[in-house]
């Protein structure tokens, strides 16, 4: 199983940026989506995450700023940044909660894709 996400940049303040994630391989299903993201010199954090009933949670940083989505047909989860602030700037990274097809037992393990740089400029 693997998590490839894409879409970050360079964009000025009061910007917007979408963030897109797609996991492929041997997948029975995924259960919670979300996006993280690390500041250079601060811990990991969460910005957004997404069930797979499509309940949303949003940290107060992002709130109302940004947007978390998914397309369960293609396996992706989307991230819609709006309002962008240069303390957004960090690596984004998506995360899946995913149960892996095959013969029983199916293994469920959360998986991280590589991360995505967004920077904010002032």
């Known amino acids: 199983v693997q998590l490839q996400a894409s879409g970050g940049g360079l964009v000025q303040a009061g910007g917007s940026l979408r963030l897109s994630c797609a996991a492929s391989?041997?997948?029975?299903?995924?259960?919670?989506m979300a996006w993280y993201r690390q500041a250079p010199g601060k811990q990991r954090e969460l910005v957004a995450s997404?069930?797979?009933?499509?309940?949303?949670n949003y940290p107060d940083a992002v709130k109302g700023r940004f947007t978390i989505s998914r397309d369960n047909a293609k396996s992706t989860v989307y991230l819609q940044m709006n309002s962008l602030k240069p303390e957004d700037t960090a690596v984004y990274y998506c995360?899946?909660?995913?149960?892996?097809?095959?013969?029983?037992?199916?293994?469920?393990?959360?998986?991280w894709g590589q991360g995505t740089l967004v920077t904010v400029s002032s």
């Open positions: 997404i069930t797979n009933g499509g309940t949303t």
């Open positions: 995360t899946a909660n995913i149960q892996r097809s095959g013969p029983f037992p199916r293994t469920t393990s959360n998986y």
């Open positions: 391989g041997s997948i029975f299903s995924i259960n919670s």
